[in-house]
């Protein structure tokens, strides 16, 4: 963990590492190379970063729809923010650029809820999940936590005891503002997800006929917003083959 705080400051730093470190934790589990398919899975993570990129060329071109890396961006967003494939698998560019459309999130969330910095933050993981600022309070599946409440949880936030949770403080508007991360009131246990990417819905499985399946990702929605997405062949055998999906 000391080594992803050191990371995440120099890749992220308008950021608390310890809000980062949450995120990611949710998101990827820290897998820097984790692809989430919106509406399937693949049969297994990649295992290398050309086998990442390999399997992402390979969902785009079949018109998927998924995030990627460990902080989870979403393809749409790669263009944006000027990201290959490639760049989009090293953790520090896919955390520098998670970290831009959390503040994003946070900055927009603000006028919201009347310049509440606590409610806002909240509000920003939900629109940094989903890319508005509601779903991410809602429960994909009955009687368990919200993604809004797993990110407070890897945080040692006590959900319902909103003054720990992280807040950015610059009062200039100018200059990046940065996300500090406050002391826990009342210390919780950390909640701990499934290693792999974060069983957010249940898993629908592709198939496709031409190729083995040899490849596993849960996924995770990210639904429509009301600004721009937020976090939305075989190979010959000299390149790296990509995770096999099926229809």
């Known amino acids: 963990m000391l080594d992803?705080?050191?990371?995440?400051?120099?890749?992220?730093?308008t950021v608390a590492p310890q809000t980062m470190a949450a995120i990611v934790q949710v998101e990827s589990t820290f897998n820097p190379y984790a692809i989430g398919v919106v509406g399937g899975v693949l049969q297994r993570q990649p295992q290398?970063?050309?086998?990442?990129?390999?399997?992402?060329?390979?969902?785009e071109a079949d018109g998927w729809n998924f995030s990627l890396g460990i902080a989870q961006v979403n393809r749409h967003n790669l263009p944006k923010y000027g990201l290959s494939y490639e760049e989009a698998f090293d953790p520090c560019?896919?955390?520098?650029?998670?970290?831009?459309i959390l503040e994003d999130c946070y900055t927009r969330a603000l006028p919201r809820v009347d310049g509440d910095?606590?409610?806002?933050?909240?509000?920003?993981?939900?629109?940094y999940y989903s890319g508005n600022f509601t779903r991410g309070f809602q429960p994909d599946v009955s009687g368990k936590p919200s993604y809004v409440e797993k990110v407070l949880a890897q945080a040692d936030v006590e959900?319902?005891?909103?003054?720990?949770?992280?807040?950015?403080?610059?009062?200039?508007?100018?200059?990046?503002?940065?996300?500090?991360?406050?002391?826990?009131a009342r210390p919780t246990p950390a909640a701990r997800t499934?290693?792999?990417?974060?069983?957010?819905?249940?898993?629908?499985?592709l198939q496709r006929v031409d190729a083995p399946a040899t490849a596993t990702v849960v996924t995770h929605e990210?639904?429509?917003?009301?600004?721009?997405?937020?976090?939305?062949?075989?190979?010959?055998?000299?390149?790296?083959?990509?995770?096999?999906?099926?229809?």
Do not use: W, Y
């Not at 896919?94 to 831009?100: A, E, H, K, T, Y």
């Open 4 to 13: 992803f705080l050191l990371l995440a400051e120099q890749c992220a730093p």
């Open 159 to 184: 959900p319902k005891a909103i003054p720990i949770v992280p807040s950015i403080s610059s009062r200039e508007a100018t200059k990046p503002q940065r996300v500090r991360a406050a002391t826990p």
């Open 222 to 247: 990210r639904g429509q917003v009301d600004a721009p997405v937020t976090n939305e062949d075989a190979k010959p055998a000299a390149q790296a083959a990509s995770s096999s999906i099926v229809f």
């Open 194 to 205: 499934p290693s792999g990417p974060p069983v957010d819905h249940a898993p629908v499985l």
């Open 93 to 100: 560019e896919n955390m520098r650029v998670g970290s831009l």
């Open 117 to 127: 910095e606590q409610r806002a933050l909240q509000s920003a993981f939900s629109c």
């Open 48 to 59: 290398a970063k050309d086998e990442a990129v390999e399997t992402a060329k390979a969902l």
